[in-house]
Nanobody
Framework: VQLQASGGGLVQAGDSLRLSCAAS???????VGWFRQAPGKEREFVAG???????FYADSVKGRFTISRDNSKTTLYLQMNNLKPEDAAVYYC???????????????????WGQGTLVTVSS
């Protein structure tokens, strides 16, 4: 299984970006999500799908970010609107086929990771 994240870039505060994550080798299943890691900080949960299709968001991005996927379940998206400087980070897509609900937001529960795509937000 390989995950390939793309779509990052340099934007100004208030701008939008859409990240994509393409899966090869299998379709997205279980828990799938986006995480981010800023310099000097731990990797944190941003948004995710659980196996029943429900979506979850970090409080810091609710109302601004939207996670979605295509019908074939081979591409995951993260639409990011009204970006803020504190959103700057390397963004990773991830998948946990086991999809355990209680660990949805824990990076350690994910088995497959994309390589990361850098988002820079200038103020």
């Amino acid at each position: 299984v390989q995950l390939q994240a793309s779509g990052g870039g340099l934007v100004q505060a208030g701008d939008s970006l859409r990240l994509s994550c393409a899966a090869s080798g299998r379709t997205f299943s279980g828990s799938v999500g986006w995480f981010r890691q800023a310099p000097g900080k731990e990797r944190e949960f941003v948004a995710g799908f659980w196996r029943n299709g429900n979506t979850f968001y970090a409080d810091s991005v609710k109302g601004r970010f939207t996670i979605s996927r295509d019908n074939s379940k081979t591409t995951l998206y993260l639409q990011m609107n009204n970006l803020k400087p504190e959103d700057a980070a390397v963004y990773y897509c991830a998948m946990s086929p086991r999809g355990i609900y209680s660990t949805l937001k824990m990076p350690s529960s994910y088995d497959y990771w994309g390589q990361g795509t850098l988002v820079t937000v200038s103020s």
